[in-house]
């Protein structure tokens, strides 16, 4: 059997946009990474159920840069591009589809926004609503130049969570359904934690939260019903030996919440946790991605294999996992993805 993925990436040096990649599970192996469409550093990308594609874009016209998104309808073999929405100044970090309410969010790490977008009946974009942060910054290198939202999509309850890497905060907020934003409350994580990323497992009410600057994992309680976080505790996601630069990146969650999985930019790892029945981390596994920068993993629709991109060694690598123990091992290596970031099942 063959399941293909969505690579989104840079394009400083070699890529050309969107590329696409597919596991054989029967060998199992990387086979076949295929460019798919143009777009400028499509560093992340949304997939909608009307078979469209909302992917980060940016444009560079006489010096002047664009930043937004690219719309491609991917109902047939060719991506038909249907759309570009772009505003002056730095493209988005994140992009994610509320199917329910039909609406677009996005995260502006450079701009400090959070924004929405309503979803017309073609698959076109209408701005309806737009947050600016404006708390005061953590006290890292990587927080002095302001407010540095990198991550907006739905809590299990469909409110909007936002995560702030510059001012060290979650953001929750209501949405109504023609896509407008109210705050409900704000969580402030330790001074330089940087969060980052966050998941949710709805059966423990608790969430997980990557901070990309600490290199730290945290369990926190979700009250639905108030709509608040409260921290419950912190891991770190390296091992303490580790002394050189590292930034977390991606975190994703087992489909049966018992392992979480992290991504270390740096020490060019993933590490493995596993969870018990408070939410409380254990870290079992620190394992090589075999390559330079991972910001994004995924796995195939059992969750019996990981697909991994080092963005700047321009490879991905492939393990299957224990769903036991939780744990990886490497099957593939040093397959060809050109300036790889993003991992999405096609």
């Known amino acids: 059997?063959?399941?293909?993925?969505?690579?989104?990436?840079?394009?400083?040096?070699?890529?050309?946009?969107?590329?696409?990649?597919?596991?054989?599970?029967?060998?199992?192996?990387?086979?076949?990474?295929?460019?798919?469409?143009?777009?400028g550093s499509p560093t992340y990308i949304a997939k909608a159920d009307a078979k469209r594609l909302y992917v980060i874009n940016k444009k560079e016209t006489d010096g002047q840069t664009q930043g937004g998104l690219i719309i491609y309808d991917v109902s047939e073999e060719k991506p038909r591009a249907i759309q570009q929405?772009?505003?002056?100044?730095?493209?988005?970090?994140?992009?994610?589809?509320?199917?329910?309410?039909?609406?677009?969010?996005?995260?502006?790490?450079?701009?400090?926004?959070?924004?929405?977008?309503?979803?017309?009946?073609?698959?076109?974009?209408?701005?309806?609503?737009?947050?600016?942060?404006?708390?005061?910054?953590?006290?890292?290198?990587?927080?002095?130049?302001?407010p540095h939202p990198h991550f907006a999509n739905l809590t299990p309850d469909n409110r909007l969570v936002a995560c702030d890497l510059g001012t060290d905060r979650v953001y929750l907020y209501d949405v109504s359904d023609d896509g407008k934003l109210s705050a409900v409350s704000t969580l402030e994580m330790p001074a330089g934690f940087g969060p980052r990323h966050i998941v949710f497992d709805a059966s423990k009410n608790v969430a997980y939260l990557v901070g990309e600057l600490s290199s730290n994992v945290a369990t926190l309680a979700y009250d639905a019903t108030a709509g608040k976080f409260t921290v419950k505790g912190i891991v770190s996601a390296i091992p303490d030996d580790w002394t050189a630069h590292n930034g977390s990146a991606a975190i994703r969650l087992s489909s049966d919440g018992?392992?979480?999985?992290?991504?270390?930019?740096?020490?060019?790892?993933?590490?493995?946790?596993?969870?018990?029945?408070?939410?409380?981390?254990?870290?079992?596994?620190?394992?090589?991605?075999?390559?330079?920068?991972?910001?994004?993993?995924?796995?195939?629709?059992?969750?019996?294999?990981?697909?991994?991109?080092?963005?700047?060694?321009?490879?991905?690598?492939?393990?299957?996992?224990?769903?036991?123990?939780?744990?990886?091992?490497?099957?593939?290596k040093d397959f060809m993805v050109p300036e790889g970031v993003c991992v999405l099942p096609a």
């Open 85 to 146: 929405v772009l505003t002056h100044g730095a493209s988005p970090a994140y992009v994610a589809v509320d199917e329910d309410r039909q609406l677009v969010y996005t995260a502006n790490y450079h701009r400090g926004t959070v924004t929405v977008y309503a979803i017309a009946d073609d698959g076109t974009l209408l701005k309806t609503d737009q947050v600016v942060d404006d708390d005061p910054v953590g006290p890292a290198p990587e927080q002095a130049d302001g």
């Open 1 to 39: 059997m063959t399941e293909d993925f969505y690579i989104g990436t840079y394009t400083k040096r070699i890529s050309r946009g969107i590329y696409r990649v597919s596991v054989d599970t029967k060998k199992p192996e990387l086979t076949d990474c295929e460019w798919l469409a143009s777009a």
């Open 258 to 332: 018992r392992f979480l999985y992290v991504s270390n930019r740096g020490q060019n790892t993933l590490a493995v946790f596993s969870t018990d029945d408070e939410g409380k981390l254990t870290r079992l596994q620190n394992i090589s991605t075999e390559g330079d920068f991972p910001r994004d993993f995924n796995w195939t629709h059992d969750e019996k294999f990981v697909i991994v991109v080092n963005q700047n060694s321009d490879n991905a690598s492939l393990y299957t996992r224990d769903a036991q123990s939780g744990q990886l091992t490497l099957v593939q």
